[in-house]
């Protein structure tokens, strides 16, 4: 049996920011990228988690100083085969 247990995203939201509180505008970025990819990877019902982790670590990446480009592709679509990177819309 599985239980599905809904993200909590205004935890996830303090959590990451809490993470990076020296980069709040990137935070946000990271956050929206990560829902969208979320609810579309859903609406599709690909086979691909995009969890609060990868938001939270992402966020301590941002905060250590790395890129808004470099924190999300090591922590939110990393992993990804072409095929659901396709169907995320994402760059090969």
């Given amino acids: 049996m599985t239980i599905d247990v809904p ?3 205004r935890l996830e939201t303090r959590l990451a920011r809490a993470c990076a509180p020296l980069r709040p505008e990137q ?7 990560v829902r969208r990819l979320r609810r579309l ?4 019902r690909l086979p691909v988690m995009f969890s609060p982790r990868a ?3 992402a966020a301590k990446l941002l905060e250590a100083g790395a890129s808004f480009a ?3 592709q090591w922590c939110v679509t990393r992993g990804l085969s072409p095929a659901h990177r396709a169907a995320l819309g994402l760059a090969p």
Wanted: cysteine-free; glycine content about 0%; hydrophobic content about 45%.
């Fill in 55 to 57: 938001s939270i670590n």
């Fill in 7 to 9: 993200v909590d995203e």
């Fill in 70 to 72: 470099k924190a999300t």
């Fill in 41 to 44: 990877a859903d609406e599709k």
């Fill in 27 to 33: 935070v946000e970025q990271v956050l929206a990228v």
